[in-house]
């Protein structure tokens, strides 16, 4: 997995590519809810991901859930067909904001 943060219109983006899973995990959390912890709302952009676990997914909901509490928006951006795939069959979609573009998603943020 590689992880890395970009900004843009002042918010955090956070590419995450490669494989989200139990080895990965825990370097991907960190580095999301650091994102989150400046209180200006993230993107994930999830171009990249090729595979992503049932722990990549809990992660998914748990930056959902503290950009809520904060009063944050979250964004999920470039879900490849396979990886949209496995959100909407987990009901993920429903519980979360997928946007097809960044730019979509950074639009989220702005309101």
């Known amino acids: ?27 991907a959390e960190t580095v999301v809810m ?11 952009d999830l171009s990249g991901l090729t ?3 049932s722990v990549g997914l809990r992660l998914m909901l748990l930056a959902a859930k503290r950009a809520k509490q ?3 928006s979250l964004a999920l951006c470039g879900l490849q067909p396979q990886i949209r795939e496995v959100f909407e069959i987990g009901g993920f ?9 960044r730019r979509d998603a950074l639009a989220v943020l702005r309101g």
Do not use: C, F, K
């Open 1 to 27: 997995m590689m992880i890395s943060v970009e900004t843009e219109d002042d918010h955090p983006i956070v590419l995450i590519a490669g494989r989200l899973d139990g080895t990965t995990v825990a370097a």
């Open 34 to 44: 650091t994102a989150l912890g400046d209180g200006r709302g993230a993107v994930l």
């Open 51 to 53: 595979y992503v676990a």
């Open 70 to 72: 904060t009063g944050q």
């Open 93 to 101: 979609d429903t519980l979360l904001t997928l946007r097809d573009t």
